[in-house]
């Protein structure tokens, strides 16, 4: 089976941890435990997040007295897709001594004139308390929001329309090519006015884009792996009630909240329209069973579907 696989930022970072090179590539060679189980199956093609590393190299640029101005977030995105696409690269080659793997740094495409630019919703970045993250806005003219019990910076997050690298992509998988791409959402770009690629200041959500380059490269299962078990419903409250099997139908019918589970939510209900195939939601250590359909929060056109792995 193919199998895209959208890794969560817990892979990288638990919560509380610094984020110091060696605490994520640690983390890493944990985590791709699981993953290197799933390659040995099944063609495999991995993505993942860099919300909290955009952030600290964002940060960094800005402090840095050497520059005339700070890196845009294009470039920033770029540079998690190396840092993190090399940790990966190495994790997974020496947990799979002898195979082919591949971090590339890849475009997403956006809409110049996709409203999000308007109104930035994705959290990048550390956790504040309110005064601090409003002096830093001051500051650096950062717009900040509340994420839970905490303030962050957040940044536009135009809506993915197509992995600018897909064809590549898929000649990667041809060749039996462990191939991991579209990290961070992917490096986002829009079509100028000479027909031509060129950045913008964004961070696309890396969901998202798993979802559409899962449809591009016609995957069978679309996964995307977290720290929680299960999507449920009324999420932390006493009436919690973790989904097993649903469909893009029913979760349509429920809300989910927009920093977290609500894009995870949209990118598995649009695959599963777009494809009638099955996307999934759940733990990283968890990865093969929810293949199985014994874990994690199954997502198919109807409640009948078979399993992806059953057909
Ligand atoms: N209805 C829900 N069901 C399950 N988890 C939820 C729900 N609503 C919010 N969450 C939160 O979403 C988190 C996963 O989203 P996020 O942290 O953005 O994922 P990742 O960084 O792993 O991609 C979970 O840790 C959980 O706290
Ligand atoms: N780009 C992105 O969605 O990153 P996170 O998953 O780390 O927020």
Redesign the pocket.
């Known amino acids: 089976m193919r199998v895209l696989v959208?890794l969560?930022?817990?892979a990288l970072l638990r919560r509380g941890e610094r984020p110091d090179a060696d605490t994520q590539q640690e983390n890493l060679r944990l985590s791709v435990t699981s993953l290197a189980k799933l390659a040995e199956r099944h063609e495999l093609i991995i993505t993942h997040?860099n919300?909290p590393q955009v952030g600290v190299l964002a940060l960094e640029s800005t402090q840095d007295p050497n520059l005339t101005r700070p890196y845009p977030l294009d470039t920033i995105v770029a540079e998690t897709q190396g840092m993190i696409g090399y940790w990966m690269l190495q994790a997974l080659q020496n947990a799979l001594p002898g195979r082919q793997v591949a971090a590339l740094v890849t475009q997403t495409l956006v809409s110049a004139v996709d409203p999000a630019f308007e109104d930035p919703t994705k959290f990048v970045g550390e956790v504040y308390d309110q005064d601090e993250a409003e002096k830093l806005a001051r500051e650096y003219g950062w717009t900040v929001k509340q994420d839970g019990r905490h303030w962050r910076r957040v940044v536009p997050s135009p809506a993915p329309q197509r992995v600018v690298e897909t064809r590549l992509i898929r000649r990667l998988i041809r060749d039996d090519i462990l191939t991991i791409c579209a990290g961070g959402g992917g490096v986002p770009v829009i079509r100028n006015d000479k027909g031509q690629l060129q950045g913008v200041e964004a961070v696309i959500d890396?969901?998202l884009t798993g979802s559409v380059l899962a449809e591009a490269l016609e995957a069978d299962v679309f996964m995307?792996l977290?720290?929680?078990p299960?999507?449920?419903?009324h999420?932390?409250t006493p009436r919690q009630e973790e989904i097993a099997h649903t469909t893009p139908y029913q979760l349509r019918a429920e809300e989910?909240?927009a920093?977290?589970?609500g894009p995870?939510v949209e990118a598995a209900c649009r695959f599963v329209e777009t494809t009638g195939d099955m996307a999934a939601i759940g733990r990283l250590d968890e990865a093969g069973q929810i293949l199985e359909g014994e874990a994690g929060t199954i997502v198919t056109p109807n409640a009948t579907w078979p399993l992806a792995s059953t057909l």
Do not use: I, L, Y
């Open positions: 959208a969560g930022g817990n997040g919300g890396k969901d995307m977290t720290d929680v299960r999507v449920a419903r999420f932390g989910f909240p920093g977290s589970m995870k």
